[in-house]
């Protein structure tokens, strides 16, 4: 069955210009872009966003990295997307991230790891309608 997932392009990524890297990598790894925005984040949105993590020490540190700089959010589509776009990503730690996985491509640290995605189904749910009313997911 089809499923969907949110990714989002951080900050670091989109700052070195790895945009099209990724999206060319989304699209010859099977999955379909069905929707995809730019956006500078505000505070309460990365808050907001990051919400199940405001008890961590590195809450307020995180939520500031993802307003350093615009945001590429995009919702994807294949069978088990979710799953296969955790795999893609690799580790939340590029130094522990699988060869040639988006984190080891590209992110330098735990905290400027380059790519976000959704860890669940509830969660995906949650995160898409986050960002995409459905009148935006194509
Ligand atoms: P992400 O998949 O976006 O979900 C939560 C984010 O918190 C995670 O990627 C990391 O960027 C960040 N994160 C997780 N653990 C740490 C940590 N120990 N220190 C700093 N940032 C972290």
Redesign the pocket.
Same mark, same amino acid.
Do not use: A
């Given at each position: 069955m089809l499923e969907r997932t949110l990714a989002i392009i951080k900050p670091d990524a989109f700052r070195k210009n790895h945009l099209g890297a990724i999206l060319a990598r989304y699209e010859h790894e099977g999955f379909r872009i069905c929707a995809g925005k730019i956006k500078f984040l505000s505070l309460r949105e990365a808050e907001g966003f990051?919400h199940v @993590?405001r008890e961590r020490p590195?809450f307020a540190?995180?939520t500031q990295f993802m307003i350093s700089g615009p945001v590429m959010t995009l919702v994807l589509e294949k069978k088990n997307a979710i799953t296969d776009h955790r795999t893609l990503m690799g580790a939340?730690d590029p130094a522990k991230a699988e060869p040639n996985s988006l984190r080891k491509l590209y992110g330098a640290s735990?905290?400027e790891?380059a790519i @976000?995605?959704s860890d669940s189904p509830e969660t995906a749910r949650f995160e898409i309608a986050y960002f995409f009313p459905a009148s935006e997911i194509f």
């Open positions: 990051y @993590h590195f540190s995180l939340t735990i905290e790891n @976000h995605g």
